[in-house]
């Protein structure tokens, strides 16, 4: 956790009501140098349940927080819980189940992102996220799944010879560093099994700004994780970057009357109306309530994954390069780009007799 105010005291208690041997549970809450009252939050919660113990993560990153409490764990199984979602009460009893079934070296989970007593927010951009149009199309993390699956985006609960076999996280990343451990333990030829009866509950960003935000930090993660790992790579996750390259490219090219304006006007109002048949769809799920946010909410989620990706890749170039060529070429380009638009005149607009 890292400023978890809002949300510890939920976490601590959905596993502190664990419908399993309580002498069997160690919870280890490792925080990541938090400024708000997280630390007290929990301190008073462990002088009640003497299973809770805090420690210091003074890397504040999640993987430099996960390793921390993976050197620290004494269970032959090891659950990784997000400090702003929280679990049933039958999430470690059915994880030890499916171990012993299974014999799976890794568990996953489906995630449920839209909760109720959320604010309205928060529950549109979870009906957004977990739409067909808001996240990775060959990811089973918001659908109900039972069965042997790729652990990228799901694995979460590990036996402990896991990490013997394959290390720890890698604390060079920022984010996306679950999704980089899972690849070594695939590639590993590790198993993972899924069950949505391990579902775990996760409060979605409160703001457009946040998710934003929170979708450009993924991605630019992402982006490096493609450079590392290929294989956990899927075009779908570059889709919204390769969208705004073509989009800037005719947008450029329009205002340097290189191509028409009815091209990038097109590709807006293809984008526009694929938000609209997605929220659509999700209200149809969700409630109609949410319709007028949700093409907001995808447009936070698309634009943010494309300034993550590009500024991956920009940041990738710069260290090749140097950058001073390409950022004077920008420059120039821009320079021509605001010539050209600042002395546009599009034909005034009639309406039709």
Same mark, same amino acid.
């Not at 993987?63 to 659950?79: F, L, P, T």
């Not at 694929?274 to 995808?298: E, K, T």
């Not at 170039?317 to 140097?322: E, K, L, P, Q, V």
């Given at each position: ?93 059915n994880a ?16 449920e992102?839209?909760i ?14 977990t ?6 199309l ?49 590639q ?10 391990l ?68 590709? &807006? /109002? $293809?984008? %526009? @109306? #694929? !938000? =609209?048949a997605?929220?659509? *769809?999700?209200?149809?799920? +969700? ?34 390069? &140097? /950058? $001073?060529? %390409? @950022? #004077? !070429? =920008?420059?120039?380009?821009? *320079?021509?780009?605001?010539? +050209? ?13």
């Amino acid at each position: 956790m890292r400023n978890e105010e809002h949300c510890v005291a939920e976490t601590l208690r959905s596993l502190i009501a664990q419908d399993y041997p309580p002498e069997r549970v160690e919870i280890l809450v490792v925080d990541g140098q938090s400024t708000d009252a997280s630390r007290e939050i929990t301190a008073r919660m462990a002088a009640d349940d003497a299973r809770i113990r805090l420690l210091d993560n003074p890397g504040r990153i999640a993987s430099a927080g996960r390793n921390i409490g993976i050197r620290a764990a004494r269970g032959r199984y090891v659950a990784i819980v997000d400090c702003h979602s929280f679990v049933k009460p039958d999430f470690l009893g059915n994880a030890e189940r499916l171990f012993d079934e299974t014999g799976a070296d890794c568990l996953g989970r489906p995630v449920e992102l839209f909760i109720p007593t959320d604010s309205y927010m928060q529950r549109v951009i979870g009906a957004a996220r977990t739409s067909w149009l808001g996240h990775n199309l060959v990811s089973p993390r918001y659908r109900s799944h039972r069965g042997a699956v790729s652990p990228l985006s799901v694995g979460i609960i590990y036996r402990r010879q896991v990490f013997d076999r394959v290390g720890l996280f890698n604390e060079g990343f920022g984010a996306c560093e679950d999704v980089e451990f899972n690849s070594r333990l695939e590639q590993a030829g590790m198993s993972t099994w899924s069950d949505s009866s391990l579902l775990c509950y996760y409060h979605p960003r409160a703001s457009l700004w946040a998710l934003f935000a929170q979708m450009r930090r993924y991605a630019y993660w992402r982006y490096r994780l493609l450079r590392s790992q290929r294989r956990a790579f899927h075009v779908s996750q570059a889709a919204p970057a390769i969208a705004a390259l073509i989009g800037v490219g005719l947008l450029a090219g329009a205002g340097l009357r290189w191509v028409p304006w009815v091209a990038p006007l097109s590709l &807006g /109002g $293809a984008y %526009a @109306a #694929l !938000a =609209a048949a997605a929220s659509v *769809r999700a209200s149809l799920r +969700r409630g109609f309530r949410y319709l007028p946010a949700l093409p907001l909410a995808f447009a936070a989620i698309h634009f943010g994954v494309a300034a993550g990706f590009w500024a991956g890749l920009l940041e990738e170039g710069r260290a090749r390069t &140097g /950058g $001073a060529a %390409a @950022a #004077l !070429a =920008a420059k120039r380009l821009g *320079r021509r780009l605001g010539a +050209r638009l600042g002395g546009l005149r599009l034909p005034p607009w009639r309406p039709s007799a």
